[in-house]
């Protein structure tokens, strides 16, 4: 799973340590995997309780109650000197309501409880948390990003970037071993065909409709601009690509400018395999752009309330 390292304005655990988090994650979720796999394997998954109606509430206080794997703290955690994340933020919890029949209905539930596990690392640290928008919860592109592209790429969905003193939001980025991709998403009904150009708007065709959508070109390289900016800054040296993406639709661009790839459904999976088949190891210039990006980045979030009641002590003490 790719990790998101940045999700809008949210504190993020990477951004309290990029060169810690990484390999935490990929470490973690090995072991939650097998941990789990084997607590199915021998029957320990709990029974499907009787189907009843629960309200929302409900369902949120069951689950925190819920049967989780237990956690392993190798020696190497131990000795580390940087505050440990709490029970609760490294457990994995299975759902009693699904009844797993096969190792693939198992892996598809872990990906769904990773999924959720890395909303909560991008958006609290140990000592802060952000307001999360509910609507990421069920982002279908976002769990595309997470859930089908490898540990070693990084993902930043929709950052908010502090540039002159002026926030702007960016789309997506994804950091991999050998390059920086600036991609935008052109996504609406099946079939769509955009036919592309230099105008402020592309003709979007389906079925007898036609209508006009923003060039998806104006903000992704903008995008770019900024990146190259950054890491030219910082001294790092990766390729940018840009690129618009298009699963489910066509793009017809005749004259389209140099150095932007057109992934659209004719061609996008063949691009996708090509970063899901990448074996490189996490690199330290990918670590560096990251951190440089990051470093632009604007937080919003607030205290936990644990440590202002801890402030507070040690203000009156």
């Keep these: ?82 505050p440990q994340q709490s029970d609760e933020e490294i457990q994995f919890e299975v759902d009693a309501n699904q009844d797993i029949h096969s190792e693939e209905e198992l892996k598809l539930s872990f990906l769904d409880l990773v999924f959720d596990f890395q909303l909560r690392w991008a958006s609290s640290t140990i000592t802060e948390k952000s307001y999360v928008d509910n609507s990421y919860h069920y982002d279908e592109r976002l769990r595309y990003l997470l859930q089908r592209f490898p540990d070693n790429i ?90 618009v993406i298009s699963r489910n639709g066509y793009i017809d661009y005749p004259q389209s400018p140099v150095g932007i790839q057109f992934l659209d459904k004719r061609i996008h999976q063949e691009w996708f395999q090509q970063q899901r088949s990448s074996s490189s190891p996490i690199k330290s210039v990918q670590l560096k752009a990251a951190q440089a990006i990051m470093e632009y980045c604007q937080t919003t979030s607030f205290k936990r309330l644990q440590w202002e009641e801890t402030v507070s002590d040690e203000n009156h003490g």
């Design 154 to 243: 990084f993902v930043m969905y929709n950052p908010v970037l502090k540039i002159k003193n002026a926030p702007v939001e960016l789309e997506t980025i994804l950091i991999t071993p050998t390059g920086i991709w600036c991609l935008t998403f052109l996504e609406f009904e099946e079939g769509t065909a955009y036919i592309g150009s230099g105008e402020r708007f592309w003709v979007k065709k389906w079925g007898d409709m036609e209508s006009k959508v923003l060039n998806p070109l104006i903000g992704l390289k903008r995008m770019e601009r900024i990146v190259h900016q950054i890491i030219k800054f910082a001294g790092v040296e990766l390729p940018i690509y840009q690129a």
């Design 1 to 82: 799973m790719a990790q998101l390292i940045k999700l809008q304005d949210y504190v993020s655990r990477y951004e309290t340590d990029l060169y810690r988090y990484p390999s935490q994650f990929v470490r973690l979720k090995k072991q939650q995997w097998e941990k789990m796999k084997q607590h199915w394997e021998n029957g320990e998954i709990p029974p499907v309780p009787p189907v009843k109606e629960e309200s929302d509430e409900e369902k949120n206080s069951m689950k925190e109650k819920l049967f989780s794997l237990f956690k392993k703290k190798d020696a190497e955690e131990e000795e580390d000197p940087v």
